[in-house]
Every structure is written in C-alpha cells, then in structure tokens.
C-alpha cells in the first residue's frame, strides 16, 4: 500500500548537515498494525510525517498503492492526506474553543460529509465518549482529549492511521486503552502505524520497524514476541 523506495531525509542546521532519515526502504501492506520503535532523534517522527505526506523525502521515492501513483506531486500528496492517511499526535492538537462534538464535526465539514454531526456522534460514541460530547478540550481527561483525536481520525473513514507516540502524555491505563481502540482499528482492517520509543508498546504489533539514527536496523515480528495488551507493564 505504501513503499518507500532508498528514502532519505536530510536537514541543514547553518554549517551542519543533520541526516534524520538514511537509505530507507520499506513496503508497508493493508491492514498491517506496524509500530515503528526508536529511541529520541532516530528519526520516528520524520518517517511517519514522509508516509503520511507532510513532508517530502531530500532523496529517494514514496509510493502508494502500489500502482505508480507517486507523492512526488503535490497534488497527489494534498489527495493522499485527505482521502487516505488520519494523523493522531502526542500532545492531542485539538482546538480548544471547540467542543468533543465540534473538532470531530470540524474534518467531516470540510469534506463536505453528508449527515456530519450524527457520523461524528457515531464515533465518538464508538471510542466511548457518548456522553462527553459537548465537553471542551480543557473539561476533559488527557485519555479523553486523545480518543476525540482518534474519532476525529476515524469519522473520515480514511484507511491508514498514523499515531506519533499517542500514548506519551497518557497515564500507563490510559495509554492501554489508547492502544487497545487502536488494535481494534487495526483488526478491523485499517492500516495503523504508531510510532513509539518504548520497547514494551511495540510488544502489541504483528510488526515493529526498528530505527537507529534514520536506519532500519530490525523489521519483523516483536523480538519478546507478541503480547496481547493485559500483558503489557512499564
Ligand atoms: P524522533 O521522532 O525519533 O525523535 P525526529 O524524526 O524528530 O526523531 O528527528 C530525527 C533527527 O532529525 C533529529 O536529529 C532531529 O533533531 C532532526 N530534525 C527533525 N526535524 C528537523 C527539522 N525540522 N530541522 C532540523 N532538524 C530536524
Ligand atoms: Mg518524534
């Protein structure tokens, strides 16, 4: 579904040459729950932000859909963000003087989405948020900011989610509520990528893409083997 093809990413910082990404290549396939596990600076966030089309690689090519369509072409990029990647960040980012209801009501206007308050009721009712809905930001607990931010993610329907560390401002039960709603995605067949430098959420994964300085240094199945998330501890 999505190929990275000897993709690099570079910055310059005045006389400095920062390499964030180094010659990565990867194939990431439909309905797979990826995590993408690395320590701070190794490149995570600029990977996912280059699979998700925020950003363009310095050197090499992205691919979707595995027929030739290129995002390469900023059209193709602006097409690929609205109809196929959702987004959840760390720290929620959701407009404070909007209610639950009205940040998620927010992306369905501007897809000009039929019907778009009751599908945004539909699903943050579905993440479990059924009576919060007329909340703000602030009135709510950082486990419930993050599960609007996964129902603005999911009212669009788009078929991959892509979560930087969705879990980092959590509380240890909330962040394994957080990834449980994200498994559930996953098993329903979307495509989720969660980006993470914690070892032990990678354990839920069928595949953890291991970075070190912008390489790929382990791709594969968990290397403690696959938990299932009451297992999990840290
Ligand atoms: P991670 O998410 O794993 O912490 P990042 O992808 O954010 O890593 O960053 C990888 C490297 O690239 C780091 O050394 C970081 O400082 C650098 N970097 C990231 N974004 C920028 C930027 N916009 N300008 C300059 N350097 C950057
Ligand atoms: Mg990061």
Known sequence: MIRLEDVSKRYRMGDVEVVALDHINLDIGKGEFVVVLGPSGSGKTTLLNIIGALDVPTDGHVGINGNGLSLSKQA???????????????????????????????VLDMAATPHA????????????????????????????????????????????LLA??????LDFKTGIQILGLLQQQADAGKTVLVVTHNREISRVADR??????????????????????????W
Not at 122 to 146: A, C, I, K, M, Y
């Open 117 to 160: 308050q009751d599908r945004a009721l539909q699903v943050l009712t579905d993440v479990g948020l059924g009576d919060r809905v007329n909340h703000f930001p602030h009135e709510l607990s950082g486990g419930e900011q993050q599960r609007v931010a996964i129902a603005r993610a999911l009212a669009t329907g788009n078929p991959v």
């Open 164 to 169: 930087d560390e969705p879990t980092g401002e």
């Open 208 to 233: 953890v893409i291991e970075l070190s300085s912008g390489r790929i240094i382990s791709d594969g199945a968990p290397r403690t083997g696959k938990a299932d998330l009451s297992e999990l501890q």
């Open 76 to 106: 193709n990029r602006f097409k690929f963000r609205r109809e196929t990647v959702s987004f959840i960040f760390q720290t929620f980012n959701l407009f404070p003087s909007l209610t639950a209801l009205e940040n998620v009501q927010l």
